[in-house]
């Protein structure tokens, strides 16, 4: 029987020698040294918590454990995890897991910096601990490590591969010659969320500006047929949201939550006007879309977000062109190797190093938005009080619709990664420079920043000073 473990809520005091959860029925300890809590979201959300938790537990089995040694038998079955139960319990949250004897927080979510305020950090003090917290910086935290993930790299190839591949296979409106593209966000947050959708619309623009050469160089059919057609996003998203992400307007790109259920109207929506391929940055609500995908009998294919989500939706896996991937796993558990708990261990050190090159050897983490890559040398150092840039794939495996004729990584071979990166990078100076949105807030999702992000990518400007 596969375990469904119930992770203790915000409102449990944990006060025993040893964090509890509860796995089939029964009392089971974990792994009480490193705590996961969401950002009030569930932990199985098939998306950006649960894929912490994934990476923080294969710290724990596949790093930890063997390093040091121990047995089956004497392995705990996870780490410790909170949900709290809404965001103003954030900070009841923090300090029970303290409480509790932790010594690494892992905090997946932005609102861990915002409404969490950042207060993880500073709890975790009195324990001399550390915390990860991931999309958000450090925030000039001794004891905190950043892991900022560059979306928009993950957005743009996986809008590069919905495209061809949705041409490839005659899923597109005939009558028009066009593929009719949309995403939705959950909450705006420029770095978080707003990031991928960019990525997205960007890869729209720089499809269509390319030449025939290009396309075909990125898997698209050598027929006359497939050069006559265009990329477009669906009617309703043709003007992009307010800057002040309080109009009408916004409503058709943003949910304003991350729950399950919030993403039904504009899902429906965006089925209704027949979009070929939907994004959704919302968390759980990409199970909102699949059931208006299901509901409607709507060809409508679909582009994940976080992780490689046809894995989680057994029962959609027709649907999954790709997923806009940010490591998020295999991050959680590097990081948590290289906390100051464990700098001084040499084992787990060898154990994170070698972690490292099987899992995410393709991946480039950079020290800062343009400083230098991390080698295996440099990582054996703690991280704490710095920010590492994660760059951004997409996912190939076999059940995805990309793997057919190898069109991933046609596509990923394909484009410039050293243009596209230097786009994420003059995009994230934006973003440091303008802050993250709130009302009348700034926020990139404009036509001056896709503008710019295109022409960068086409090699058409320099990298900004």
């Known amino acids: 029987m596969k375990k469904l473990i119930s992770i203790l809520m915000s409102s449990a005091v944990v006060a025993s020698s040893a964090a509890t959860a509860i796995a089939c029925g029964k009392t089971q300890k974990v792994f009480r040294d490193i705590y996961l809590i969401t950002d009030a979201g569930k932990l199985n959300d098939k998306s950006f918590n649960e894929s912490a938790y994934s990476g923080a537990n294969k710290f724990l089995s596949e790093v930890y454990y063997p390093a040091k040694g121990v047995a089956d038998a004497d392995r705990l079955s996870s780490v410790a995890a909170i949900e709290p139960k809404d965001l103003n319990s954030l900070d009841q949250a923090y300090n029970e897991a303290v409480k509790a004897g932790a010594k690494n927080l892992v905090l997946p979510g932005f609102h861990h910096a915002v409404e969490g305020a950042y207060k993880a950090a500073e709890a975790v003090k009195a324990n001399d601990g550390s915390a990860i917290i991931l ?222 090159k099987d899992k995410l050897n393709n991946i480039e983490i950079t020290l800062g938005n343009d400083g230098k890559s991390m080698n295996e040398e440099e990582s054996w150092s703690a991280w704490e009080g710095h920010d590492y840039y994660v760059n951004g794939s997409i996912s190939t495996s076999a059940k995805n619709k990309v793997s057919e004729g190898d069109l991933g990584n046609k596509v990923l071979k394909g484009i410039d990664s050293k243009k596209l990166l230097l786009a994420s990078q003059n995009l994230f100076k934006e973003i440091d420079e303008k802050g993250n949105p709130k009302e009348g807030f700034y926020h990139i999702l404009n036509q001056k920043t896709i503008d710019a992000y295109v022409n960068t990518v086409l090699g058409q400007s320099e990298q900004k000073k």
């Open 135 to 356: 999309d958000s910086s450090y925030n000039k935290f001794d004891n905190q490590i950043g892991l900022i993930y560059r979306g928009d790299v993950s957005g743009f190839y996986a809008g590069v591969a919905a495209i061809v591949w949705s041409i490839n296979n005659s899923n597109y409106d005939e009558s028009s010659n066009t593929v009719k593209l949309a995403t939705y966000g959950g909450v705006h947050n420029n770095s978080a969320v707003d990031s991928f959708m960019l990525g997205f619309e960007a890869a729209i623009a720089w499809y269509n500006k390319i030449d025939n050469e290009a396309k075909k160089t990125l898997g698209l059919k050598d027929e006359d047929k497939s050069y006559k057609v265009k990329a477009d996003r669906v009617a309703s998203q043709q003007t992009l949201p307010n800057q002040s992400g309080s109009d009408a307007n916004d409503s058709k790109w943003f949910t304003g939550s991350f729950l399950v259920g919030s993403g039904k109207t504009i899902s429906d929506a965006l089925v209704q006007e027949k979009a070929d391929v939907i994004m959704p940055v919302a968390g759980g609500q990409t199970d909102d879309t699949l059931k208006s995908i299901k509901e409607k009998t709507a060809k409508t294919m679909l582009v994940g977000v976080d992780t490689d989500q046809v894995e989680a939706y057994t029962n959609f896996q027709d649907k999954f062109i790709t997923s806009a991937e940010k490591s998020l796993a295999s991050t959680t558990a590097i990081a948590l190797g290289h906390t100051k708990l464990y700098k001084e261990d040499t084992k787990v050190q060898e154990a994170i190093t070698k972690y490292w």
